[in-house]
């Protein structure tokens, strides 16, 4: 009886000790960032923050493919390649390219190294241009990285700058708005009020809506976003490269907007604030002179009727 007991109590030290285990890994699983309650991307739950080591690899793998495979390795110059070109030649990224980009290979070592140079993408291209053949009917071929940045942004969804290329593409080689104005959206879902997604959903309200009104209220709310998220933030980081370049295309692009609606004094406010931020000060003034001939200019008086 006595060892009977003894079994049923340490059953039930042992069923207390398995709950209260059970309990603990739970609130630990809960809080994991690999969870597939939060995400249900079984790579996010296989590799956690390794994912975005995958995307980045993704996401030069779409340059790569932006440049028919003439492309920099490891071994090879890439300071003319800091930033994608797929994503510098959108307007809406800051460039950190710098020296030739045409000659990261240098120059043969030797004659097998010239003779096989022979075989390999040899030329600088983009695929919007034509790519190798330089044929812009085939432009729209640049369509070829778009899986490649879906990969990238499904594995990293804080890159802003993989929604911001995907959506440029789309609307602007591929003709699909409303596909690049989800993409925005989406990515907007995962960085609120991000102003570098902010001012590409306005490029599509104003380019391709042409609808003035929200563009501007876009706009708007990218620059309030933008001071909210710099203040108390030291100048080194408040007046960095990045963010200068992001405060001057908002605006310039507000002063466009506001000269396509006949405001010249909105518009010359908007560049003299963009002014403060630009590398190219004095082409800014070049226009705001423009502006304020236009805005002395008196108003055009009809011609009277002939009797």
Request: hydrophobic share 40%; charged share 20%; with cysteine.
């Amino acid at each position: 009886m006595k060892t009977t007991r003894s079994y049923v109590l340490l059953l039930l030290l042992l069923v207390v000790l398995c709950s209260g285990l059970a309990a603990n890994v739970d609130c630990w699983y809960m809080g994991w960032p690999g969870n597939h309650e939060s995400s249900f991307n079984p790579l996010e739950v296989m590799i956690g923050e390794g994912q975005k080591l995958f995307a980045g690899s993704f996401y030069r793998e779409a340059d790569v493919y932006y440049h028919s495979g003439y492309y920099p390795t490891i071994f090879d110059n890439q300071e003319a390649f800091k930033t994608a070109h797929m994503a510098e030649d959108t307007g809406a990224v800051a460039s950190h390219n710098q020296g030739d980009e045409a000659g990261f290979m240098g120059p043969p070592l030797d004659f097998f190294d010239a003779f096989n140079r022979y075989f390999i993408p040899n030329r600088h291209t983009h695929l919007d241009e034509g790519g190798p053949t330089d044929d812009l009917s085939k432009s729209g071929e640049v369509r070829e990285i778009l899986p490649w940045l879906k990969i990238s942004s499904d594995l990293d969804p804080e890159n802003v700058q993989t929604y911001v290329v995907t959506a440029y593409w789309l609307r602007t080689r591929m003709g699909k708005v409303a596909e690049g104005e989800q993409v925005l959206r989406e990515g907007l879902r995962y960085n609120p009020n991000n102003p570098q997604l902010l001012y590409e959903l306005g490029r599509v309200y104003f380019e391709n809506y042409h609808d003035l009104r929200r563009a501007r209220n876009i706009w708007e709310a990218a620059l309030g976003s933008w001071e909210q998220q710099m203040a108390g933030k030291p100048d080194s980081v408040k007046f960095s490269f990045d963010n200068k370049f992001i405060v001057e295309q908002l605006q310039t692009h507000l002063a466009l907007l506001e000269e396509t609606a006949g405001n010249f004094s909105a518009a010359i406010a908007h560049l003299e604030q963009a002014k403060l931020v630009s590398p190219a000060p004095d082409r800014l003034q070049k226009q705001i002179d423009e502006l304020k001939q236009k805005l002395a200019a008196p108003a055009n008086v009809p011609a009277a009727a002939p009797h």
